[in-house]
């Protein structure tokens, strides 16, 4: 590969993806001409055509464009578009090689300091605390952010080059390419099944991760199987949340480490699991620039979080309804755990959208034990994305697996009713799927309504 500024035109096979849209802005800023492809239409593409990236969902129409040196242009590709597609296709004729997102980031990492976050779970909102903290502190820096901050608007934030932020993606072994300054791992929870064999290679890749960060720079949940500096709630950690209170629907707490203290911390998302983010967001941050401990500690206060991570999209005394991106059993225990402590007295509701036919099959009885801790539980169908159906896998399948009197299969043309007519309830959709577009058409109506 030459030098990433060596090239005049970039393509992206797939370019309404969050994190190959953020790399697609990166290189628009630094002033390539962007072209890319996607099925379809959505918010994220509409949004990039007005920054003056040229999107098109129609490959034939992109590949008439392609009439100029085709060695000046690099090709990037993400599976979620089949590499039997025309544009795979024409490029592979035309012996122009395609790079899969994950080593463009490589390349782009060698180049400027990195801070890292890894995890099965919590990648997204952590690196996303990570970028605004820092950047809320006045560092200059590069951020690849898996959600689009609520604060910005955006999925990349490109202020400077002090240093890069960047989700390390576990899916595909993609992470092993990164060269990281410090990194952080919030979980190794089994997942991907449908990429490693079984949770012990999924734990060994991790591993061989944690291997590419230097001495002393790496840091974990506590009672993870890795060499790292260690991250917990109430306990003799090396990073410490203590002395937790909730006040005004926002949390207060401490944070302990061995060499400093930070004390009465404000943060709003609920849940255990983001005071751990935040954790160690603050601790990525702390290893990079010591000597703004408090910046960052207080700039916690003004992270709005990420949109599709527990965003309240309505909230009266009548009824809540919040949208989360949660497609794990563990991440759903994380959202009823913060439903419980937020809203106690509302009677807890979810529409789940189970998002893959290998992981419902995979962790079925997981996502039966999870959706059952809820009072009400209804159940959409699978969302397939890359996948093929998978015989006797069904959202039905799931259902049969979970023992609870008020359960359900609905539509996803029922939410809307179901939702607005609800009373005295807290409902929460959930899902990696497009229900969270209905969770955008909830938030439109109330909007239209008030």
């Known amino acids: ?67 100029i040196d ?11 578009i089949s590499d039997k597609s025309l544009l ?33 779970h919590g990648k997204t909102t952590t690196s996303a605390i990570l970028a605004h903290i820092l950047k809320a502190s006045g560092i200059k820096l590069t951020a690849f952010c898996g959600g689009v901050l609520s604060n910005y608007n955006t ?17 595909d072994r993609s992470f092993l390419q990164l060269h990281p300054s410090a990194a952080v791992i919030n979980s190794m929870d089994a997942d991907h099944l449908d990429i490693y064999d079984t949770p012990e290679q999924l734990t060994e890749t991790f591993k061989a ?14 009672g993870l199987s890795l060499m790292a500096k260690t991250i917990g709630i109430e306990e003799d950690s090396d990073i410490s949340v203590k002395n937790i209170l909730v006040k005004n629907g926002s949390y207060r707490f401490d944070i302990k480490t061995k060499i400093t203290e930070l004390s009465n911390l404000e943060f709003s998302l609920p849940g255990h699991h983001n005071l751990l983010n935040a954790a160690a967001a603050l601790a990525l941050a702390i ?59 509302k009677k807890s509701v979810v529409i789940f959208q189970p998002h893959l036919f290998t992981r419902t099959r995979d962790f079925a009885e997981g996502f039966a034990r999870s959706l059952s801790k809820f009072d009400e539980v209804n159940l959409l169908d699978i969302y397939p994305a890359r996948e093929e159906p998978i015989e006797g896998v069904t959202s039905e399948y799931l259902l049969n697996l979970i023992d609870h009197p008020e359960k359900a299969l609905i539509k996803k043309r029922n939410i809307h009713d179901k939702v607005t007519n609800a009373e005295d309830k ?10 969270g577009v209905e969770a955008t058409n909830l938030l439109k109506h109330w909007h239209e309504n008030v």
């Open 209 to 222: 991760f944690s291997n590419l960060v230097p001495n002393h720079h790496l840091y974990m949940k506590s």
């Open 70 to 80: 085709l060695e000046q242009i690099l090709v990037i590709y993400t599976p979620a």
């Open 426 to 435: 807290v409902i929460v959709l959930l899902g990696a799927g497009d229900i």
């Open 287 to 345: 290893d990079f620039k010591p000597e703004l401990t408090s910046a960052f500690g207080s700039a916690l206060a003004s992270f709005k979080g990420v949109k599709r991570r527990f965003n309240y999209i309505h909230k009266s005394d009548r009824l809540v309804v919040i949208d989360d991106y949660a497609h794990h059993p563990t991440e759903i225990d994380a959202v009823h755990q913060a439903i419980l402590e937020m809203h106690p007295n």
């Open 1 to 67: 590969m030459k030098a990433l500024n060596a090239y005049t035109h970039v393509v992206f096979i797939g370019i309404g993806g969050i994190g190959m849209s953020a790399l697609a802005r990166y290189f628009n800023q630094k002033g390539h001409k962007v072209l890319g492809y996607d099925k379809t239409e959505t918010e994220l593409t509409s949004a990039m055509k007005s920054e003056g990236i040229a999107v098109y969902y129609s490959q034939e129409e992109l590949i008439d464009l392609l009439k």
């Open 88 to 120: 795979h296709q024409y490029f592979k004729s035309h012996n122009i090689e395609l790079y899969k997102r994950s080593v463009i980031l490589g390349e782009v990492t060698k180049s400027m300091p990195t801070l890292a976050v890894a995890g099965t």
């Open 155 to 171: 999925n990349y934030i490109g202020d400077g080059e002090e240093v890069v932020v960047v989700e390390a993606d576990e899916f």
